[in-house]
């Protein structure tokens, strides 16, 4: 059986996760410049010396700087998502999102935020400002895992407010986009089961335990179809 599990954030209070977070970012952005701009130092100098053919290594190395540090900024972001979806701390997790709003400016990292926001809210009684957090992401192109996560959000805002029909149609519409989506099919299961379907809850919530990503989404999923 999936043991319950918590971040390293458990009980660090927002202010600090959000000094640490962005600590780590700027330097993950400081070294991808210093390491880029000495490939480029080192490109240029072979070519002065008439070794054209280093432009292809040099190539490489940059693409691979890049990837790996983009990865790890990626990571950091999953690790402090954790806070909703470990340590199920919404409180927490909007403060952090707060604190955090001035600071995304890119455009992915800008809709990471504004969904995890939204979920955060909407978990925190506040359905109206989340579906308002991610009104705008609606109409911009968007990567499909951002879309499910806005899906997701808008699932859980329509629940709270009570229109369970408009949360139906959310998690149908990212379930579209991916069928094994695991918040989404537990959301779903969640649905049902308030609509009094047990078959089908019982269904969505098997989808949702099998691909579940923590044990939290584990344990939660197979509570309703055990």
């Excluded at 292809?56 to 790996?68: E, R, S, Y």
């Excluded at 969640?190 to 044990?215: C, K, Q, R």
């Amino acid at each position: 059986m999936a043991e319950q599990e918590f971040t390293h954030y458990k009980d660090v209070d927002p202010e600090t996760i959000a000094r640490k977070y962005w600590g780590a970012d700027y330097l993950v952005d400081l070294v991808m410049m210093v390491g880029l701009g000495l490939v480029i130092i080192a490109a240029a100098w072979a070519a002065n010396k008439g070794q054209t053919w280093a432009f292809i290594p040099a190539t490489i190395i940059a693409f691979v700087v890049f990837m790996v540090l983009n990865a790890r900024r990626l990571r950091n972001f999953a690790q402090l998502q954790g806070i909703l979806m470990v340590d199920c701390d919404s409180q927490k997790m909007e403060r952090v999102c707060q604190l955090s709003a001035k600071r995304t400016k890119k455009g992915a990292e800008r809709v990471r935020f504004r969904t995890l926001h939204g979920m955060a809210m909407a978990l925190n009684g506040k359905p109206d400002d989340a579906l308002e957090m991610v009104e705008d992401l609606q109409r911009q192109k968007i990567q499909a895992a951002d879309a499910l996560n806005v899906k997701s959000v808008q699932a859980a805002a329509y629940r709270m407010k009570g229109d369970l029909a408009a949360a139906a149609d959310a998690c149908d519409a990212g379930l579209k986009i991916d069928g094994t989506a695991s918040t989404l099919n537990y959301q779903r299961a969640i649905l049902f089961l308030l609509d009094g379907d047990l078959t089908l809850a019982s269904a969505y919530a098997e989808e949702a335990h099998a691909n579940a990503a923590t044990a939290n989404n584990y344990i939660s999923s197979c509570s309703i179809y055990s």
